[in-house]
């Protein structure tokens, strides 16, 4: 018998802004927040994390995140 039941979805948000400062997590402007997606895994948040990152490597400022939604959504699997 074989197993044809879909992966789980493990939801991430890629997102990113420019920073106020290199020493703190707070954005300049949340209006101008880039919200590349939502992806069903981590290996597909991480490529496009990679591609907005290299895009913007010039601007120190410029920063990225892969946030882990499917643990917001159920604290309990981690």
């Given at each position: 018998m074989t197993d044809t039941s879909e992966p789980k979805q493990l939801l991430h948000?890629?997102?990113g802004g420019?920073?106020?400062t290199l020493d703190d997590l707070q954005f300049r402007d949340?209006?101008?927040l880039d919200i590349v997606g939502?992806?069903?895994d981590y290996a597909s948040a991480?490529?496009?994390w990679k591609s907005k990152a290299q895009q913007?490597?010039?601007n120190?400022?410029?920063r990225y995140f892969i946030v882990?939604?499917?643990r917001l959504l159920d604290p309990r699997k981690g």
């Open positions: 948000l890629v997102f420019e920073l106020k949340l209006d101008s939502i992806y069903p991480l490529v496009a913007t490597v010039d120190a400022h410029m882990h939604m499917h």
